[in-house]
């Protein structure tokens, strides 16, 4: 056999352990394809409902919601309601109540004193301060001659 003979040979050799190689890449390459391809049918398969499932308890919720809203919407309505109520108790009722209260407590007043003997009125001196109207009323005093 010649060098090129034997040159021949081993690249013959070599070609065929590479299409050997190559094949059992490709042979597992499209096992991996199949499997990828049947977890992709399972998943899409399991998916389609579920994304079926999640799209009625949205629809759902927003039904809820909805109606919460409403709900939320009358209750606003009847706090205002009894707001505007406790504002008109207060007015029809506040007036009188204390009328009623400052009578009692004049006739109270007036039914404690009823044995006790009259305090001396007091002078108001419209337009002077207080401690003036003090002085005024110590010079009346010392001029009487300290007697009240």
């Known amino acids: 056999m010649s060098g090129g003979e034997v040159a021949g040979l081993l690249v013959a050799v070599f070609w065929a352990i590479l299409v050997s190689f190559l094949a059992v890449v490709l042979v597992r ?3 991996t394809l ?3 391809t049947r977890l992709v049918t399972g998943v899409t398969e399991q998916a389609v409902p579920l994304l079926t499932e999640a799209s009625a308890a949205v629809r759902s919720a927003q039904s809820q919601l909805s109606r919460v809203d409403a709900i939320a919407s009358d209750v606003q309505e009847v706090a205002a309601n009894a707001s505007a109520l ?7 009722l506040g007036g009188p109540l204390v009328k009623v209260a400052a009578f009692g407590y004049g006739v109270r007043r007036a039914l404690g004193r009823r ?4 305090r001396p009125k007091r002078t108001v001196v419209v337009g002077r301060s207080v401690p003036a109207a003090r002085r005024a ?3 009346r005093r010392d001029a009487r001659g300290g007697k009240d």
């Open 29 to 31: 390459l499209a096992q």
């Open 34 to 36: 199949r499997a990828a």
């Open 86 to 92: 406790s504002s008109t108790v207060s007015t029809a």
């Open 115 to 118: 044995g006790e003997e009259p």
């Open 137 to 139: 009323a110590r010079a």
